[in-house]
């Protein structure tokens, strides 16, 4: 399947020379996003994973059904103030404005192996927040999975080796 196809691309949304990769449209077709998740799987299936940690929104739609396919649990990583237990928290830039992600205290234990999943990757300011939410805690990332990743922008880097796989990339 040419995941690509699925994706449709908005210019100039949320800003002007943002070109907009908008997955709502694969999401829609339950052969392609499952498809996709079972390529997503596929592509980590020899690594040994305890938990997938996803970012609020859209990597909650690719990281659970992964973390479910995978057979182990999901740790959300939400924006700052929707969790209500204990958190620690980080803030970060993305590739248009600024956020705070936060993680329940008690959501990893120390030692335990975390694959992130998300979406897309764009300048790795999500990610790179989130590993080290997740290094606070004592997880061990074992990995990043992306739908997505925009090769134009420096997000690999900003990961310091981290073994990123993606299914599509722009
Ligand atoms: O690599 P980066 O530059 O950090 O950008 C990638 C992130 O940006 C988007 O999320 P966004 O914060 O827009 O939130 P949403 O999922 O709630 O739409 C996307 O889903 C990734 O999580
Ligand atoms: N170009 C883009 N399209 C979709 N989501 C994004 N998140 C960050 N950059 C993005």
Redo the contacts with the bound molecule.
């Keep these: 399947m040419n995941f690509k196809d699925y994706i449709r691309v908005i210019p100039d949304y949320p800003q002007p020379g943002?070109?907009?990769?908008d997955i709502t449209t694969l999401l829609k077709d339950g052969a392609a996003y499952r498809a996709a998740i079972e390529a997503m799987h596929k592509a980590i299936a020899h690594k040994e994973i305890d938990l997938v940690a996803g970012p609020e929104a859209r990597g909650f739609v690719i990281g659970a059904p992964l973390a479910i396919s995978l057979g182990v649990g999901f740790v959300p990583v939400r924006k700052s103030g929707k969790l209500p237990g204990e958190t620690v928290e980080a803030s970060y830039d993305?590739?248009?404005g600024k956020d705070r992600l936060a993680i329940h205290a008690d959501s990893i234990k120390p030692g335990q192996r975390v694959l992130i999943a998300d979406d897309?990757l764009?300048t790795g300011g999500t990610i790179a927040t989130t590993i080290d939410l997740i290094r606070q805690l004592g997880g061990e990332v074992v990995g990043a999975s992306f739908l997505i990743e925009?090769s134009y922008l420096p997000g690999r880097e900003k990961l310091g080796g981290i073994e990123v796989q993606s299914l599509i990339t722009y």
Excluded: H, T, V
């Excluded at 943002?18 to 990769?21: A, S």
């Design positions: 943002i070109r907009f990769k993305l590739e248009y897309l764009a925009l």
